[in-house]
């Protein structure tokens, strides 16, 4: 699968920011997506998961209440609405996508491993 993501951006404290990433790859529809980010001298941290269907989603602590992960499968696509962004929020934002089996599971993956393909990332960079 390969991933690239779009949205990023320079935007101030409060404001709003939607990402976006397509995906390529005939294991999309099937399997897990999640949102890292990792900021300058930081380790890659997850940020929110989605299953295969959409109907299971998890959350980091920092994103609870303010991001929304969803996808839709007909365009391959997963999304990260982000609201009331704060500076610390600032990092590079890299999608993943699980391709290993088992394929249509609702299981919640959240560490890097658990990941086989992975985006380039998007600047996100918010201003106090």
């Known amino acids: 699968v390969q991933l690239v993501e779009s949205g990023g951006g320079l935007v101030q404290a409060g404001g709003s920011l939607r990402l976006s990433c397509a995906a390529s790859?005939?294991?999309?529809?099937?399997?897990?997506m999640g949102w890292f980010r990792q900021a300058p001298g930081k380790e890659r941290e997850l940020v929110a998961t989605?299953?295969?269907?959409?109907?299971?989603?998890y959350y980091a602590n920092s994103a609870k209440g303010r991001f929304t992960i969803s996808r839709d499968n007909t365009k391959n696509t997963v999304y990260l609405q982000m609201n009331s962004l704060k500076p610390e929020d600032t990092a590079v934002y890299h999608c993943?996508?699980?391709?290993?089996?088992?394929?249509?599971?609702?299981?919640?993956?959240?560490?890097?491993?658990?990941?086989?393909?992975w985006g380039q990332g998007t600047q996100v960079t918010v201003s106090s």
């Open positions: 993943a996508a699980r391709e290993r089996g088992p394929r249509y599971s609702s299981s919640t993956y959240v560490r890097t491993d658990e990941y086989d393909s």
């Open positions: 790859g005939r294991t999309f529809s099937s399997n897990a």
């Open positions: 989605i299953d295969w269907s959409g109907g299971r989603t």
